[in-house]
């Protein structure tokens, strides 16, 4: 006999909750009392060096399937926490709560809670954060797991309420009977000024020699709830500050010298910066109360998508979540040193993907995994072969899983994602399924008629390959060494790459393939390398190296077999001079085959924008 379990459905969450108490709405309607939310996101803060003795503390994410909002567990109950009762995804009711505003946010803090339903499988409807909504446009539906509402269960008194710790009152400090100066309105031809800031970067104590003389110099970034500032010291001056400033700590800083700060070598939002000198002044601040005032970070996200239409250079926030964390490896600078290397591919849900590149020491330790979320405040937009990447620089600062609205919105969004999905936005290589969309789509005879001097373009075109050449150089040797393509002199077990200046015994081959392209308006000659190759060939370029030495009627039957397939390809091109004339040439940065069903679409949203313009 076999017996059926039936699971107990979720009990329905009390929507309108967070966006109440996000507004302040006192008294609380009677079906949101006692409030059965679901907690989303757990994070454990440990006390800072000037909170010794005051126990770890942790911060909630709750949510009521259509809003989220912050919570903060009194250490009465943290034990509920480390035990594993709360967890992501718990269902719990909060029976005793209060509400404080810290830096002009509302944060619940709660004071008695109970479980009264294990993790779910994956997050209950779609929540968003509450910021930006009306006081009056209170949700009333509840969500099961499904999303959808359900009917109004009867209210059941609530248990006994445990004996409680009394109720913290909000905090409350003496600033200083110093004036502060916000740091937006810091300015050169202010006389005197005083202002608070957190530490939110730190340079390395660096030494330069030039024509000039040498010296020595670091930089700190600095932070208040206005703005940002960066500030420099030098020499005698970085001796002293170097071990005072520490990234993440409060300070309060007074005399020092305002000018127009150097863009080429800042990247931090403001038209000026502060110069600080022996004379200058720089107090920790120890009140643990100011310290948790103060914003910890200032971030203006781009979304991933519009990163796309910035230019080559531009300095921009970007936040997602990891889909993939490449081994790190080196290259060699023009200086012949060598650097360390990590690609990062992350995310967000402009169902967008972009790669993050990361240097140095910063490359080598990079701890990040998929499905973290990761921010990156102030990295450059960098372009190769038309498709924009990040690059993070020395001053740029990364964090993981950031406590922040935009990082709780994407974990959300991603549970509620495929796996597959995501990798699908990345572009792969110097291009990919996500990189085709980038561009617009052209026909053959449309990309023939460009006038691309200069500078080449870069389009989707969809044809079909019309025979290949094979007569000649198919591939050609190159470097075997990390990430060096370049082509190799020698043979037989001697290969020596120019560029790296090495001599290896052996070689790797990749693809240079000259064919013959064709749509319904015409045909072209263009020349495929080596990630459009293996596509279109399914084999990668060393196999069909020894396919074509050693068994050459498998090398025709591999060519013969990439002949009538029509791919979506990413492609460049651009007019060249060639013996006194121009003449077109089109390169293959990527082939993807066909999805059918994509393209269906296409044409049904065509035909539908015809219809509607008649």
Known sequence: RVDCITMAAPPALSVGVCHALHHGIEPLPDHLKNPVVQVIDVKRISPSPNQAGQGERFRLVISDGVHFIQAMVTTQINGMVKSNQVQNRAIIRINDFICNTVHDKRIAIILNMEVVAPPTAATIGHPSTVEGTKAHELPTAQVHSAGAPAKQAPRQAPPAKPQTAPKPQPMQYDASNTQMTEIRNLNPYLPKWTFRARVTNKSDLRSWN??????????????????????????????????????????????????????????????????????????????????????????????????????????????????????????????????????????????????????????????????????????????????????????????????????????????STDQAALRSMIPTGSAGAGAARSYPEHTIAEASAMNAYGKPEYMSVRA????????????????????????????????????????????????????????????????????????????????????????????????????????????????????????LRMKLLSAQPLDYIAESRKLISKIHALQGAQ
Not at 243 to 266: H, R
Not at 367 to 388: F, H, P, T
Not at 514 to 522: E, H, I, K, P
Request: hydrophobic share 35%; with cysteine.
């Open 210 to 415: 030039n024509a000039k003389g040498s010296g020595k110099l670091f930089s700190v970034d600095l932070l208040d709830e206005s703005g940002e500032i960066r500030a420099t010291m030098f020499n005698d001056a970085a001796d002293h500050f170097f071990p005072e400033f520490q990234v993440g700590e409060v300070y309060i800083i007074s005399k020092g010298t305002l000018k127009f700060a150097n863009k080429k070598y800042s990247s931090v939002n403001n038209e000026f910066e502060l110069s600080l000198d022996l004379n200058s002044t720089v107090q920790r601040v120890a009140d643990s109360s100011v310290g948790a005032a103060m914003p910890k970070m200032h971030f203006k996200f781009v979304p991933i998508a519009d990163i796309q239409d910035k230019q080559k250079d531009d300095i921009v926030d970007a936040i997602g979540v990891i889909v993939e964390v490449k081994p790190f490896s080196s290259i060699t600078t023009k200086a012949g040193n060598q650097l360390a290397k990590r690609e990062v591919d992350i995310v967000d849900d402009s169902h967008r993907g972009i790669q993050l590149t990361l240097w140095g020491e910063r490359a080598e330790h990079f701890s990040g995994e998929r499905n973290q979320v990761l921010a990156v405040k102030a990295a450059k937009v960098s372009e190769y072969g038309g498709q924009k990447n990040l690059s993070a620089l020395q001053s740029s600062v990364i964090e993981l899983n950031p406590d922040n609205e935009r990082a709780i919105s994407l974990r959300a969004w991603i549970d």
């Open 464 to 583: 079909t390959i019309m025979s290949i050449k094979t007569d000649k150089t198919v591939f050609y040797k190159s470097c075997p060494g990390n990430n060096c393509m370049r082509r190799v002199t020698g043979e037989d077990g001697s290969y020596t790459c120019d560029r790296c200046n090495k001599t290896y015994d052996r070689c790797n081959m990749r693809y240079v393939v000259s064919l013959s392209v064709a749509d319904d308006t015409g045909n072209q000659w263009v020349s495929a390398f080596n990630d459009a190759a293996e596509t279109i060939f399914h084999v990668d370029a060393n196999d069909m190296a020894y396919r074509k030495e050693s068994d050459p009627a498998r090398f025709d039957a591999t060519v013969e077999a990439a002949r009538y397939n029509t791919f979506n390809f990413r492609a460049s091109i651009a007019l060249e001079d060639w013996e006194g004339q121009s003449r």
